[in-house]
């Protein structure tokens, strides 16, 4: 099938409204007669369910927690993005869109980056009427913070916790909708397979995750939210149920599935202590706003700190190498995440790392307490020469506005970051891959959407900080409301949708032989054993650098443990009941296909760019090297059978408003 991304004609600026002016509408006496389904409450979700809700279409939403408040989304920290130049500081949609385009490396789509740019003024003001308590200066507007890969102030946030406060005010927004009886709201429910009929996207099956029933489910629509895939990794920030079944399922299906090698590595997350763990922490973004980024300048100090025999509030000013200060002056320890991931790495690799593994940088707030001290010590007339009065007054600043990030760092490291820096190292984060869409977001099956980080849609090779909820809010607020209307327009005579038919038949039973089979396999493994092994391959191989020999290993390595997986896997319990064992088996099998195309991806992508840094192209700083001409595109994947036979589909990407450069924060 031949890729149309939709995007509409005019110039760049007045394409989404122009689409939203010429789109089919549809009366709120026929909404009432048009189900959508909406599989995933976490931002982008909760938000597309209830204001399709709102318009009048009946939803019906799917989440896999006890209640849409505890989406992953909830964990988003540091701030989200928009336009408003409140800061006067030189912001606008053009400088949000270019910079967006740019963080990605130039591998994102134009039109769709431009759109997330206009409607991101919007979010905030949506968010401010629901109550959404973001941080506001002395005088009672709206404060703004700056995140990586910008030179200007545009991030709201509310402490450390933007993603929950978010959540709170679409999960508000829906509960008004699940009130009236708008959404009928299906918590503890995983959906497992997306029903096609002629065609169309035209329901899904799930498991009642508490009592193990299969259950069909119709709608004239489904829209597919259910966040990223980083867990691939086994090890990542994610929350530990995120996974990428829906839309693996929607892959196997007919979604073709949008570069999957793209991930987020983080910078700034507590390092792996050993192999206990299933699970990172991120520390904000945010905590580069004031937090310096070093190591030590001398190997010899470096060897003394991981040995214990010296501290680092011991090393002398003039032996720190501030590295991305010194590589990237203007950006400094602001330089999008990629950039700031593999300068931690090579100072790391070099043998500068600061803890036992040698796998830490440090993130320290000396600089940042001193400033602020002597600042409060001036506005109150007090002496900014002494110093224990200027590190408590420091410290009070730091505390508001980074507190509970401190005190979760305190909590799982057990040293006190105000007195000592922090640790950190790269760990996985985002993934920018996903199911491909279009500019309606809708996948490559009729009638079947995709939101929110599981899609693919506008941060090209790298995200940019505080831009997932943006995006993830944009889609469900602003986009998918205007585009599913222009879709269903088509189906206000078609009435309801049977679940009596033989693709939701053929459906339920691939589902049940699935189940069936994992619960009868008398293997020795646990699935994390799986997983685990999975993760390690995943790390090492399609990890922060990746190279041709080490990609090639990694298909067949995965190709095999998927193999053994079906084996040799051992689930207890029963599949009538409650059954978390049973939940993670299943989406183990899904992550072991996709670790599959996500190496074939990398391999195929020879180039770097972003978040993905092939060895074998790199400048001699060890940057990424971009190959416009033969790579500037969407890899589109089109499900053949098993990972190895998926065929590439091309989706060339068309720079008319923003000039490709060489990206550079210097
Ligand atoms: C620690 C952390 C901090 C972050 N901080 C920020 C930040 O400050 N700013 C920023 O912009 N971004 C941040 N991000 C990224 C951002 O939080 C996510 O990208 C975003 O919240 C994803 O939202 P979503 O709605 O797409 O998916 P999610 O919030 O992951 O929601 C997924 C939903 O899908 C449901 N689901 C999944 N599979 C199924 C299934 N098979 N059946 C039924 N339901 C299913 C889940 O129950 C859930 O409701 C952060 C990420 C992490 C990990």
């Not at 570069?259 to 904000?284: A, E, F």
């Not at 090779?461 to 889609?475: H, P, T």
């Amino acid at each position: 099938m031949a890729l149309d991304n939709k995007i509409p004609q005019g110039s760049i600026s007045s394409k989404w409204t122009d689409y939203k002016n010429h789109i089919n509408l549809i009366n709120p006496a026929n909404k009432r007669n048009i189900d959508v389904i909406i599989v995933g409450t976490g931002l982008a979700g909760g938000s597309a369910a209830a204001t399709l809700a709102e318009l009048g279409y009946n939803v019906k939403a799917f989440c896999y927690q006890d209640s849409p408040r505890r989406a992953h989304s909830i964990a988003a920290q540091g701030g989200i993005n928009a336009a408003k130049n409140y800061q006067g500081d030189g912001d606008s949609v053009y400088r949000l869109f270019y910079e967006t385009v740019k963080g990605g490396d130039y591998r994102a789509r134009e039109a769709n980056v431009h759109r997330l740019a206009e409607v991101s003024v919007n979010i905030i003001d949506q968010c401010v009427a629901q109550g959404v308590p973001l941080a506001r200066e002395y005088g009672g507007l709206l404060d703004n913070r700056s995140f990586g890969g910008t030179q200007v102030s545009r991030t709201f946030y509310a402490k450390g916790q933007t993603g929950q406060q978010l959540l709170l005010g679409a999960y508000s927004a829906m509960n008004r909708q699940i009130g009236r009886g708008k959404i009928k709201m299906y918590n503890r429910h995983e959906m497992l397979d997306v029903v096609i009929v002629n065609g169309k996207a035209r329901g899904i099956i799930a498991r009642n995750l508490v009592t193990g029933e299969i259950e069909r489910h119709s709608a004239h629509a489904v829209v597919i939210a259910t966040g990223g895939y980083g867990n691939v990794f086994f090890l990542s920030t994610n929350a530990m149920g995120s996974n990428v079944t829906a839309a693996w399922k929607a892959h196997k299906r007919g979604a073709y599935f949008a570069n999957p090698c793209y991930t987020q590595i983080h910078p700034t997350c507590i390092p792996v202590t050993g192999d206990h763990q299933s699970k990172l922490t991120l520390m904000s973004e945010s905590l580069r706003n004031d937090g310096r980024i070093w190591v030590p300048k001398k190997l010899e100090d470096a060897q003394a700190i991981r040995e214990g025999k010296l501290k680092p509030t011991q090393i002398a000013e003039a032996d720190r190498d501030y590295y991305l200060e010194r590589r990237y002056p203007s950006f400094g320890n602001l330089v999008p995440r990629d950039v700031a991931s593999r300068a931690a790495k090579e100072r790391c690799d070099a043998g500068f790392g600061v803890n036992a593994t040698g796998e830490a940088v440090y993130l320290d707030f000396a600089s940042a307490i001193d400033r602020y001290g002597k600042e409060q010590a001036r506005i109150h007339h007090l002496d900014e020469n002494d110093a224990k009065l200027v590190y408590d007054l420091g410290k009070k600043v730091v505390e508001n506005k980074y507190g509970n990030l401190f005190q979760m760092y305190y909590k799982i490291v057990d040293e006190d970051p105000y007195t000592t820096p922090m640790m950190i190292y790269p760990a996985v984060h985002y993934t920018m891959g996903g199911v491909w869409v279009d500019y309606n977001l809708m996948t490559t099956i009729e009638g079947c959407y995709c939101l929110g980080e599981a899609n693919f849609s506008d941060h090209g090779a790298n995200r940019l900080g505080a831009s997932a909820l943006m995006q993830g809010l944009a889609d469900g607020y602003f986009v998918l409301p205007y585009t599913i209307g222009d879709y269903l327009s088509k189906d206000i005579r078609t009435g309801k949708i049977s679940t009596d038919t033989p693709e939701f038949e053929e459906a339920e039973n691939n589902v049940r032989s699935m189940i069936d089979h994992l619960m009868n396999n008398k293997g020795e493994h646990s699935v994390d054993y799986f997983h685990k092994k999975l993760g390690k391959i995943m790390w090492n191989k399609v990890g922060m650098a990746r190279n041709a020999q080490g990609l090639t290993e990694a298909m067949d390595e995965i190709a095999a443990l998927r193999e053994d997986f079906y084996k040799n896997v051992k689930v207890s319990g029963k599949a009538e009941s409650f059954n978390q064992e049973l939940e993670k088996a299943l989406r183990v099998a899904d992550f072991l296909e996709l670790g599959e195309l996500f190496a074939k991806d990398a391999l195929q992508r020879e180039e770097s760019c972003g978040g993905h840094f092939r060895e074998e192209h790199q400048t001699e700083e060890g940057e990424a090297k971009r190959d416009d001409e033969n790579f500037s595109y969407v890899a589109a994947w089109e499900y053949k059978g098993n990972p190895r036979e998926a065929i590439l589909h091309k989706e060339s990407l068309v720079y008319e408003n923003i000039k490709m450069v060489t990206r550079s924060y210097k």
